[in-house]
């Protein structure tokens, strides 16, 4: 499978890990000068191979997907909402890192529709009459990270330039508990940040970073803030005193979790963490470059482990399922772990049981395409198109070490 030809020379375990390849983290001191923790000892590895069965009825059940998907792309080369380009470049993203036959054709149209939203300082997305309604940062930032999927060089200016926009766009004024992260719209004056947004914009920023290299001479380079980032998620990360089931889980903003609060033994109130903003907070970590045995990621894997569960999203029931499903591959795959222990039982291989899972869950359509889709349509998951794509690429992530 044909992958990125113009990465250059950036950190390419990370800016490949969507496309299914493992980072293998190096072993260096945790921060602090803590002691690194061990979750799971060597003698229990898993290789993440998948088995050949498993493996060719993935392959069939990607395609069918993909055929579904195909024949839902518009005229224009849109799908689903058409004043969100994001969700163009969501199916775009999920045929740029496959084989389908039909790829050049579906990608080439869907390049040409996002190309009509890129507005002229950098960003990608649809103007609203409403302060913030354009979404332009979560726009923006998924519509680059696709569009750097293609591999087609002829892009880069734009994603160097959508980057410019994306590092002006972190929270960096004053020195409060969002400073570091990402908002939807940072001209929309909403004086905050949240993890499901930060994580989208770490995550264009590190899969892009090789386009720096194609910058003109003389033009200053630029990224994220990741000092900065590291900080923004150390307060939307439980520590210790929120007590058993929330340490080193994540919540949605330093003031806010969806999964609500609780009450911790000193009587302070704390956001709860649950399962998606869990892994968006360890895979963020991971693209900040913190260490794998840093305690912040180990208490994170940790409470990965604790809560581990396919059949919902821990602390949230079926709400963001596929959401969940998509953000668990893209941080075990990066955490570099193939086994998550199971209480009482043999480590289970993470990439075996999520393809089984996904595979057990596509609808068939009558033309014998498939689709998935959320009955519980918080989030827009009741549009099977999103969640096509969620789970195509959580797939493709799966998949990767048996290809």
């Given at each position: 499978?044909?992958?990125?030809?113009?990465?250059?020379?950036?950190?390419?375990?990370?800016?490949?890990?969507?496309?299914?390849?493992?980072?293998?983290?190096?072993?260096?001191?945790?921060?602090?000068?803590?002691?690194?923790?061990?979750?799971?000892?060597?003698?229990?590895?898993?290789?993440?191979?998948?088995?050949?069965?498993?493996?060719?009825?993935?392959?069939?059940?990607?395609?069918?997907?993909?055929?579904?998907?195909?024949?839902?792309?518009?005229?224009?080369?849109?799908?689903?909402?058409?004043?969100?380009?994001?969700?163009?470049?969501?199916?775009?993203?999920?045929?740029?890192?496959?084989?389908?036959p039909d790829k050049a054709r579906v990608v080439s149209n869907a390049v040409h529709y996002l190309l009509g939203f890129v507005q002229p300082d950098g960003s990608i997305y649809k103007p609203s009459p409403n302060k913030g309604g354009g979404l332009v940062n979560y726009n923006t930032a998924i519509c680059m990270t696709a569009l750097h999927m293609t591999g087609d060089p002829s892009l880069a200016p734009l994603i160097l330039k959508a980057r410019r926009f994306m590092a002006a766009a972190q929270h960096l004024e004053g020195d409060d508990?969002?400073?570091?992260?990402?908002?939807?719209?940072?001209?929309?004056?909403?004086?905050?940040?949240?993890?499901?947004?930060?994580?989208?914009?770490?995550?264009?920023?590190?899969?892009?970073?090789?386009?720096?290299?194609?910058?003109?001479?003389?033009?200053?380079?630029?990224?994220?803030?990741?000092?900065?980032?590291?900080?923004?998620?150390?307060?939307?990360?439980?520590?210790?005193?929120?007590?058993?089931?929330?340490?080193?889980?994540?919540?949605?903003?330093?003031?806010?979790?969806?999964?609500?609060?609780?009450?911790?033994?000193?009587?302070?109130?704390?956001?709860?963490?649950?399962?998606?903003?869990?892994?968006?907070?360890?895979?963020?970590?991971?693209?900040?470059?913190?260490?794998?045995?840093?305690?912040?990621?180990?208490?994170?894997?940790?409470?990965?482990?604790?809560?581990?569960?396919?059949?919902?999203?821990?602390?949230?029931?079926?709400?963001?399922?596929?959401?969940?499903?998509?953000?668990?591959?893209?941080?075990?795959?990066?955490?570099?772990?193939?086994?998550?222990?199971?209480?009482?039982?043999?480590?289970?291989?993470?990439?075996?049981?999520?393809?089984?899972?996904?595979?057990?869950?596509?609808?068939?359509?009558?033309?014998?395409?498939?689709?998935?889709?959320?009955?519980?349509?918080?989030?827009?998951?009741?549009?099977?198109?999103?969640?096509?794509?969620?789970?195509?690429?959580?797939?493709?992530?799966?998949?990767?070490?048996?290809?």
């Amino acid at each position: 499978m044909q992958r990125m030809t113009w990465i250059g020379g950036c950190m390419v375990g990370l800016a490949v890990a969507l496309a299914g390849t493992t980072i293998q983290a190096e072993d260096v001191p945790a921060k602090g000068g803590a002691a690194p923790t061990t979750i799971l000892s060597s003698s229990q590895a898993v290789t993440g191979q998948i088995d050949i069965s498993l493996l060719n009825e993935a392959r069939a059940v990607q395609r069918r997907g993909l055929d579904w998907l195909a024949k839902q792309q518009k005229p224009d080369g849109s799908w689903s909402a058409p004043d969100f380009p994001a969700l163009t470049a969501l199916p775009l993203w999920a045929f740029a890192v496959s084989d389908y036959p039909d790829k050049a054709r579906v990608v080439s149209n869907a390049v040409h529709y996002l190309l009509g939203f890129v507005q002229p300082d950098g960003s990608i997305y649809k103007p609203s009459p409403n302060k913030g309604g354009g979404l332009v940062n979560y726009n923006t930032a998924i519509c680059m990270t696709a569009l750097h999927m293609t591999g087609d060089p002829s892009l880069a200016p734009l994603i160097l330039k959508a980057r410019r926009f994306m590092a002006a766009a972190q929270h960096l004024e004053g020195d409060d508990v969002y400073r570091g992260g990402f908002g939807y719209d940072k001209a929309s004056g909403r004086q905050y940040t949240d993890l499901s947004d930060s994580v989208i914009a770490f995550e264009a920023m590190r899969m892009t970073q090789g386009a720096e290299d194609l910058r003109p001479k003389g033009e200053a380079k630029v990224d994220a803030n990741w000092q900065a980032a590291t900080q923004f998620l150390g307060h939307v990360q439980n520590t210790a005193s929120a007590g058993t089931n929330d340490a080193g889980g994540f919540a949605y903003r330093p003031d806010d979790s969806h999964a609500g609060t609780t009450t911790n033994a000193a009587g302070a109130v704390v956001m709860r963490s649950y399962g998606s903003m869990t892994y968006a907070g360890l895979l963020s970590l991971i693209y900040a470059e913190v260490s794998k045995n840093d305690p912040r990621v180990q208490s994170a894997f940790k409470w990965a482990v604790d809560n581990w569960s396919l059949e919902q999203n821990p602390g949230m029931g079926t709400q963001g399922l596929y959401y969940f499903y998509n953000i668990m591959a893209k941080s075990l795959a990066a955490f570099g772990q193939e086994a998550v222990p199971s209480k009482g039982g043999k480590p289970v291989s993470w990439r075996t049981e999520m393809v089984r899972k996904l595979v057990t869950l596509q609808r068939i359509d009558k033309d014998g395409s498939g689709y998935w889709v959320n009955d519980n349509n918080r989030w827009q998951e009741g549009d099977p198109t999103l969640v096509t794509c969620f789970t195509l690429i959580a797939l493709d992530t799966a998949i990767g070490h048996s290809r």
